[in-house]
């Protein structure tokens, strides 16, 4: 398989040069859509090329609107963990939309799926969806103001936790992308009430605690951080901000939207034998469409409304097809050996990009952490935003740009994680390997 192998497709369906397809949809897009996307990262600006519009989807694959075929490591950013249109899914979502799209009032599915993600995290004591990151995110937040009484929050310098206005001082992900530490428009009062330290450093945590004592009402982190690239915790990070936030009275959030059911069917809680007070959750539990879940403690959680004063409501919250098909993926990862297989996938592909950086000399570091994965431009492994951010993002432009060119499609950013899926083969890791050598030797 190479990028070039679908070249002819556009020509010989339209009697049109290839590209042409894109080219025109690419114009309009640019015409009636934000920067022509509808998620900045998606511009691809910051890797130099031109966006991708794609047509079509399955398995490890994409095909684009002229024809061209990439092997694909970002998978919905993560939600893909099966990877595009598995036939399972497709029947699940198919079965649920012969029965009705949206009711905007409570199903079985919805009751069903949330039972299955409290088997598996049993710190999940109440669950409510919502229908992206960014809901369970601020629903979280605000629920954990309420319970505590107490205004400030605490995040981590490059953890991203979607858009919401809390959330966007030294975030990671697409602000770590294009260059904004922080967004126009978030009130100077607002964006005070929260704290940042650096990931890994349990020091400057407890420094933060001693100069707010009993004013911070959480601790919100990614317990492998995912969006200034893959950063593992150090042994001792997670359980000292258990213990921290237990010893103030402030509670401690989980952020798994990516790393829930991908790092282990119960998340990194489990792996890790962590239990948060509250958890986020995303991507994965709505099997490819639209669907999160914040959930945790019974008594937080009876802070949210009906049962309390604390309001959040969504039309789509819930909505049947995500809940179909979240419950159909949920079920293909309880099968025995499906993360030690999906991780085998990963590591072998990590191994190969540490060879092929020594054998090419071009400075470089591989993070994994179960079938998440960054290869950074920077010598040493990142442990936390500031030794990410040293990364040569133009050198990661090229080996984007080289990738690329040869089929296979990595995150278009150098803070972004890749993500294998079920639907990788080893022959896929392989074609993987050999086209990271020709691209690292092509950009040293």
């Known amino acids: 398989m190479t990028g070039g192998a679908k070249r002819g497709f556009s020509e010989s369906m339209s009697g049109r040069p290839a590209d042409a397809r894109s080219s025109d949809l690419l114009a309009r897009a640019q015409k009636i859509l934000v920067g022509g996307v509808n998620s900045p990262v998606r511009a691809f600006r910051s890797v130099g090329a031109a966006p991708l519009i794609i047509d079509r989807a399955e398995g490890s694959r994409l095909w684009d609107t002229d024809g061209r075929e990439y092997l694909d490591y970002i998978c919905s950013w993560g939600a893909l963990i099966l990877g595009h ?9 198919t079965a649920q939309a012969s029965r009705g799209t949206s009711y905007g009032i409570t199903s079985p599915v919805e009751i069903e799926l949330a039972e299955r993600i409290a088997r ?13 990151g960014t809901e369970a995110a601020m629903s979280a937040i605000r629920a954990a103001r309420a319970f505590t009484s107490r205004d400030l929050i605490l995040k981590f310098e490059g953890g991203y936790h979607g858009h919401a206005d809390s959330f966007l ?17 978030v009130p100077a009062a607002l964006a ?23 004013k911070i009402a959480a601790v919100i982190v990614e317990p492998v951080a995912a969006n200034m690239g893959v950063v593992p915790p150090e042994p001792g990070f997670l359980a000292g901000l258990r213990a921290i936030t237990e010893r103030d009275g402030a509670l401690l ?33 709505g099997g490819g469409l639209p669907a999160a879940a914040y959930g945790g403690r019974r008594d937080i959680m009876d802070m949210i ?52 950086i020594e054998e090419s000399g071009v400075t470089g570091s591989v993070n994994l952490s179960g079938s998440l994965l960054t290869l950074f431009f920077a010598s040493g492994p990142a442990r936390d935003y500031a030794a990410a951010k040293t990364s040569d993002t133009a050198r990661f432009a090229a080996f984007f740009r080289e990738m690329l060119a040869r089929g296979f499609l990595l995150p278009p950013s150098q803070f972004e994680a890749l993500f294998v899926s079920s639907a990788h083969t080893d022959s896929d890791i392989a074609a993987t390997i050999a086209a990271a050598r020709e691209s690292l030797k092509a950009i040293r």
């Open 253 to 285: 959030i989980f952020d798994e939207v990516i790393t829930g059911f991908r790092l282990a069917f119960g998340g990194a809680q489990t792996l890790f034998r962590i239990q948060p007070d509250m958890t986020l959750l995303g991507k994965i539990i």
């Open 305 to 356: 409304a009906p049962l309390g004063p604390v309001y959040q409501a969504g039309t789509l919250s819930g909505n049947p097809l995500a809940m179909a098909a979240g419950l159909a993926t949920l079920a293909a990862l309880e099968v025995a050996g499906f993360h030690a297989a999906l991780d085998s996938k990963a590591e072998r592909l990590a191994a190969g990009f540490r060879r092929a």
């Open 120 to 132: 598996a995290l049993p710190s999940l004591e109440r669950i409510r969806f919502v229908s992206s």
């Open 192 to 214: 005070a009430l929260s704290l940042d330290a650096p990931y890994n450093d349990l020091a400057a945590v407890e420094r933060i605690f001693e100069l707010h004592p009993r």
């Open 85 to 93: 249109a598995p036939p399972k899914i497709i029947a699940a979502i």
């Open 169 to 185: 001082a030294h975030a990671g992900s697409g602000l770590a992308t294009l260059g904004i530490s922080a967004s126009p428009g």
